[in-house]
């Protein structure tokens, strides 16, 4: 086995941070939306629930800059072609959904600047470009209507502007589950959550050529 270096402390800050945000947002907006606990006065609630938005909006800014100045972006790289990228997607797909149960090898094999496979570089762009944003967004406005009324009145009023804001949270929950599941698929059930803990992967061989060079520090011998 070796170590391979595979998520640096900026993004396992952020993750990690992101994560626990994103389940306490999660139960506060159930809290705002349903009244779960009736007794509960709804200011505090609603106060929180910005104030771990705004937090996120700032940690989301970590992730960014992080990405945006570090050679670690290639993991986010698509596969420049359509083709080859949905092979290897359809790949991954037939392994999660059979060759995982019947033994087989993951056909992804991870490097430093190649750590996702197909599957995963396409969802956490999606994730990370798209929803996320537009999930934080989305609450600013919701947090301020009259300050953003142009945006309110873009997006089709404020039931369009929530129905947004609620919609993403659907999708994130459904994420979630997948999410931790498939964080459960390394060569124990803890090895992904123990990589976003300490940085390190720990894979069967050095990996498939990386997009760009390895540095020889991103490489380290297995203990
Ligand atoms: C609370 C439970 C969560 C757990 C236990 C968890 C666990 C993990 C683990 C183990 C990884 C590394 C494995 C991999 O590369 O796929 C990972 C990566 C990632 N997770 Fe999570 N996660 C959680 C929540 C979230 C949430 C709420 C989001 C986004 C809204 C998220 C977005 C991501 C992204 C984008 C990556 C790739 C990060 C990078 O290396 O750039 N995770 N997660």
């Known amino acids: 086995m070796t170590r391979l270096y595979v998520h640096p402390l900026p993004v396992r800050i952020w993750h990690w941070i992101n994560a626990l945000g994103f389940v306490a947002l999660m139960l506060t907006g159930i809290q705002i939306g349903y009244r779960v606990f009736e007794a509960l006065p709804l200011k505090p609630v609603i106060d929180l629930h910005c104030a771990i938005g705004f937090v996120l909006i700032a940690n989301y800014g970590v992730w960014l800059v992080y990405y945006l100045f570090s050679d ?3 993991v986010y790289h698509p596969e420049l072609s359509p083709r080859t990228h949905y092979r290897n997607v359809m790949r991954q ?5 059979y060759g995982l149960f019947k033994g087989q090898p993951n056909p992804h094999h991870v490097s430093a600047y190649r750590k996702f496979n197909a599957l995963q570089a ?22 301020d209507m009259q300050a953003f009324a142009g945006t309110v009145a873009l997006l089709g009023g404020p039931r369009a502007v929530n129905t947004l804001h609620v ?16 964080t459960t698929l390394g060569h124990t059930a803890g ?6 803990l300490n940085g390190y992967e720990e ?21």
Do not use: C, D, N
């Open 72 to 74: 670690r972006i290639t």
């Open 191 to 196: 090895a992904h959550i123990k990589a976003m």
């Open 122 to 143: 396409m969802t956490y762009q999606i994730v990370m470009i798209l929803l996320v944003p537009l999930a934080l967004y989305s609450g600013v406005v919701l947090w």
């Open 93 to 97: 797909l037939a392994y999660y959904g």
């Open 167 to 182: 919609s993403l949270f659907v999708g994130f929950v459904a994420f979630l589950f997948v999410h931790i599941y498939l």
């Open 203 to 223: 894979v069967e061989q050095a990996g498939e050529p990386a997009a760009e060079p390895v540095p020889a520090a991103a490489v380290a011998p297995a203990h």
